[in-house]
């Protein structure tokens, strides 16, 4: 069979979908893994969605929907955005897709030619720096350390930016890190940005809600009202709501831009299935007390990971603001050998040996490019994840 | 620097936008307008599959599935195209995503590279060539002429065939004539395929269940199990099961083509939504009678419809054997003028004035690459359909 494009050359599987398939590998030959991979919720979706969705099919709300989303979806978003960040959209200002991913892409695939550059702090969610290849543009990775707590500084982003810059990539609560950039942070970014006029803000705010200890989420649109004109802002009932098996995201942004990001749509997948707008309608105006008893869930397995990974012998691990991630950082278990005998040179290294040893599954922080850190996502009821730790424990304790 | 990227500048604006604002217009205004230019069956999707998308509602099928789809209806695609076509899929040679045209999203981003041709018979859905378009392809329209059903000849394909050809895209039965090739029509075409082993097929039977007169579409990969290695065979629930809302259309092809497809699907979109994915699980195994039952209803609109537009003057209608469209030359009626004092100039002037004069929305031929005609789609109810046709005749015997 002939070759394929040299754009899908470009694109690899994701990391922790590859760690899944191992994992689910292994537990089929009846190993008992741990599996602190997935960036899924282990909660229900509301029975409001579920209702809505019920309703939507018995009254035959199965026909092609617009490709743009329905109008009792797309109102829904309107009160949202206004509701969460004071933030006003107009209907043609909306665009609702198959999953935030989708929008991420429409926005990309519209916007960026051949050697146009994409800036994205990492470490960063493997998709943002993927979809720029595929459209032949150039990831440009600001270094984000542990040392600020993994949130870009608005003069590595200033000195990052060129001519060719199209994008700045924004992911606040951050995945894999956690990391969110206060209002104050964010004001720094805009002024930096308010110097480079070609440059458009995609602010991937899909964890919004997962804020910890207090914390506002703010997002840069509504922090810096005069750079909404090049903003895309966007968000999606997965991880708030626990409906990622939905597929249902969207975003928020300039007329011209949504229209762009539409026609690709049409293209690709038209509209989206119209029950998970129904439902998605539904979790966003119901009641939202679901919301508060993951937040909880989620701020108790944090701090149980950061106590239990600073406890263990040659890992440090930050303390992170929001999401269901944290990264902790392996270097002191570098260049050691474990019980099993294996001598570990990278992250990638550890990731594979904690999984072989241990059964327990991570994702290596190269994936999210960064070395030498692990991911661990916290989206796992709290016996399991002390399991996972534990084990993490026993494997780090082994090490000489 | 523009805005939208250059791949997304190559698609033309849709040719249908002027007729469906006028259409808009028409209706806000109250007037009685007859929409025949929906490509949906207006049929209510079965009962026994919305309660399959409540029951898995219920169970709580709300999380990520794999990219391709869940094993259940990976299963079920298999069995449905063994029963079907006599064709042999493992599940791992199968693809789930929101919708066909995503297949063929997929199919073509994954494969394509500047410059590589795409042959497509014309008329045809302005998909085809427009996703070529976007993937950096060149489309290469064979037309098809009225005098031969509006059916690809094998010469002709022999004769488009380049060094530079990666695909040849057939749609059986064929929006929008509903010209349909038997399994006989196939062979010499298979044959030409046979003699160009570089050339890629990829054949969308979404419409093969509504074929009329006991005329049975045949597929390329079962008429000649040769091809099959390099054949990419889609189709989907929306047109059979009524279920166009719910996007979700899938494809059988050799494992390789169908791990690129899936790989850019985990950078595009991820899994199509995880309740219509259980929907159409029990639309391909659960009873087939409605299936049947919308066929034969189908067959009564298109003799009514084909037997009344060949009572209009200037209008000759073809009677084609699936699909749910007629696509009658109103080659006839070009030149004269309306009741209303129009000039007919061409097809979009006769669709207008048409639409203007008589409240009959249709689609002019040009949307499908191939002017002089109009799709007309009989999804409608029979007693509109009726209505329509009269108000068509009406207008025909006006022009003068």
Redesign the interface.
Known sequence: ??G?????GR????AS?AMTIKARALRAAGKPVVTLT?G?PNF??PPQA?EA??QA??K??????PQDGTRVLKEAIQRKFRRDSGLEYALDEIAV???G??CL?NAI?????PG?EVVIPVPSWI?YA??TQ??EGTPVLVNCPQNNGFKPRAEDIDAAITPRT?WLVLNNPNNPTGACCSAEELREIAAVMRKHP?VWILSDDMYEHLVFDGFTHATIAQVAPDLKDRTLTVSGVSKTY??????VGFAGGPK??IK?MV??QG??????????QAAAAAALDGPQDGVQVQIDAYKRRRDIAVEMLNATPGISCHKPEGAFYVFPNVAGCLGKTTAGGKRLETDEDVCLALLEEQFVATVHGAAYHMSPYLRISTATADDELVEGLKRIQTFCAGLR | MSLTAERLDRIQPSLTIAISTVARRMIAEGKNVISLSQGEPDFDTPRNIKDAAIRALEAGETKYTDVSGTPALRQAVAAKFKRDSGLDYKPEEIIISTGAKQVLFNAMVATLNAGDEVIIPSPCWVSYPDIVTLADGKPVLIPCGQNNGFKLRAEDLEAAITPRTRWFMLNNPCNPTGAAYSAEDLKPICDVLMRHPHVWVLTDDIYDKLAYGGFKPGTIAAVEPRLKDRTLTVHGVSKSYAMTGWRIGFAGGPVALIKAMDKLQSQSTSNPNSIAQAAAVEALTGQQDTVEAMRKVFEERRDLVVGMLNRAPGVNCSNPDGAFYVYPSIHGCIGKTSKGGRKITDDEAFALALLDEEGVATVHGAAFCYPGYIRISYANATEELREACTRIQRFCEGLH
């Open positions: 069979m002939p394929f494009s040299q754009r899908l694109v690899q599987v994701a979908v997935t899924e229900d979706s579920i969705a019920h099919a018995l035959g709300d199965t026909k092609y929907p897709s198959n999953g991913k989708q892409f695939m519209a916007t960026v030619d146009d998709a993927q979809m595929l459209c199209k070609h626990a409906m990622t098996g939905w597929r011209a831009l762009a026609n690709m293209q690709a997948t038209a509209g989206i299935s119209t029950v998970g």
